[in-house]
């Protein structure tokens, strides 16, 4: 009588066997394809010229089927539009200046009329006003430098 562990060895085996015949006698359209004949590609005319244009469109395809497609054609129209992007960019940034310069402008007139109007008694707040204007011109100083 056999021992537990070569029954068990035994049913691998077999198991094996039966597993490795499955896969040989499975067929699967892969192996169709891997082994169906070539197309033969030659053109049927023979001009010199025709011939180059489609073994040009051969190699273009090709290319093209490489990877994520060109967004632009040439090297030239890549560095225009980007010149182009570069001058839209710096003239939105000049009109975003402008409105800032611009509403600052407003706010400092209306603060001016502001405080020609009223009489400021307290001199916390008349020392906090001048704090602000000598710190302003103290950063204008640095930057000039």
């Known amino acids: 009588m056999q021992t537990k562990n070569e029954e068990k060895q035994m049913r691998?085996?077999?198991?094996?066997?039966?597993v490795?015949?499955?896969i040989e006698t499975q067929t699967s359209n892969i192996d169709e394809i891997i082994h169906a004949p070539l197309i033969d590609?030659?053109?049927v005319c023979n001009d010199p010229s025709l011939?180059?244009?489609?073994?040009?469109?051969?190699?273009?395809?090709?290319?093209e089927l490489r990877g994520r497609p060109k967004k632009y054609t040439s090297q030239e129209q890549a560095e225009c539009i980007a010149a182009e992007q570069r001058q839209h960019a710096q003239q939105r940034y000049r009109i975003q200046r402008q409105n800032f310069r611009a509403q600052t402008n407003d706010l400092q007139f209306l603060l001016i009329r502001r405080l020609q109007k009223i009489v400021i008694n307290n001199m916390q707040d008349l020392l906090q006003i001048?704090?602000?204007?000598?710190?302003?011109?103290t950063m204008q100083a640095i930057d000039f430098n």
């Open 12 to 18: 691998k085996r077999q198991s094996k066997r039966q």
């Open 20 to 22: 490795l015949q499955l």
């Open 130 to 137: 001048n704090d602000i204007i000598e710190r302003k011109n």
């Open 41 to 43: 590609q030659t053109p």
């Open 51 to 63: 011939v180059q244009t489609q073994v040009q469109k051969q190699e273009q395809q090709r290319v």
